[in-house]
């Protein structure tokens, strides 16, 4: 569904009716899409002020929980994964200490 979303657009098979619903659906995911990914940047501010704690260790878990929930089609792939190898480093400090 999600391929037939982003192409709805150009996609000529398509009836008028059907490419809007499409292109909705698009724009849906894509602002669905960026709420994650403001989320994560909120929950990251969380961590860095919380720091080993265990609201910081809750914000961490949420933020990866959010970041693996973007689509690939975000267009953010290298800097989603830097975050999620990121974070997931810095909980397993925080359960060595």
């Keep these: 569904m999600q391929r037939y979303a982003f192409q709805a657009s150009t996609d000529a098979r398509l009836i008028r009716a059907e490419r809007q619903r499409?292109?909705?659906?698009?724009?849906?995911?894509k602002d669905q899409q960026e709420e994650r990914w403001r989320a994560y940047l909120i929950l990251r501010d969380v961590i860095r002020d919380a720091g080993p704690t265990d609201l910081g260790r809750q914000a961490a878990i949420l933020a990866i929980r959010c970041l693996r929930g973007i689509s690939e089609r975000f267009e953010r792939q290298e800097e989603i994964r830097n975050a999620?190898?990121?974070l997931s480093r810095w909980l397993r400090r925080q359960g060595a200490q």
């Design 22 to 29: 499409l292109m909705q659906a698009e724009r849906k995911l």
């Design 84 to 86: 999620d190898l990121e």
